[in-house]
């Protein structure tokens, strides 16, 4: 007997899911059923995912935006809604950073750059969906944040605009998941320790991810799939009373 699938009706928004840990996000999304906008500044890359998860029997749309421009956002979020009517998840997963430096070494443009990247973007794809997720008392909103943002490296290599984001994006889900409550609407985090996502195998040798990997209790570096996983547990109704939390996905390495 076939099991039914987790989100069939639902409607979702995956930002910057183009690729690494957003592309499978959608795809898991996808799978259970829910229909999914793929965002992200790379419009060629959502179209080849969007092509895939339809040629699998989903139904998804490619959007261009940059979640770092009010307008941009809203407009997004008014295309998702002309084609599909409602929003029921939001996950916010664009972000990243360029290189570690000191903080003497670091710019005042860098700073705000990752900031506004990795922390405001997030506020802005919330707040643009906040209204109409309280209206229909119903919703889920997802960020990603980093281990990062939940304990420094042991190395020292960090960058530290993205962490003081990330530690950002857990405290701002904190607070509105707290406001956003007694309308139904839950808010997550997770924290995923280092990857094997296509930007992370670019830059590291094996070498370098073999030393990570045995850092890790379980030995092992996490998987995109892996944080997928955890926001398709935290998109579905296996989660409702479940919010204001922050998961820490990271094979063990921190535990809190």
Known sequence: MATEKKLIGSRAIVTGAAQGFGESIVRALAHEGASVAIADLNLQGAKQVASEVEASGGSALAIKVDVTQPQEVAKMVEEVLNRWNTIDILVNNAGGWYKSSSIVEFTDDQWDQ???LNLKSVFLCSR???KHMMERRKGRIINIASRGGVHPSSTGI???AYVTAKG???????HLATELAPYGVTVNSIAPGTAL???????RDAESLRRIAERNPMGHLIEPQDVAEAALFLASEGSRY????NLNVNAGLVMI
């Open 158 to 160: 960090a960058n530290i």
């Open 168 to 174: 950002g994006v857990i405290t701002f889900t904190k």
């Open 197 to 203: 996502t296509p930007r992370v195998k670019k830059v």
């Open 242 to 245: 479940i919010t204001g939390i």
């Open 128 to 130: 643009a969906v906040a």
């Open 114 to 116: 990752i900031i506004t």
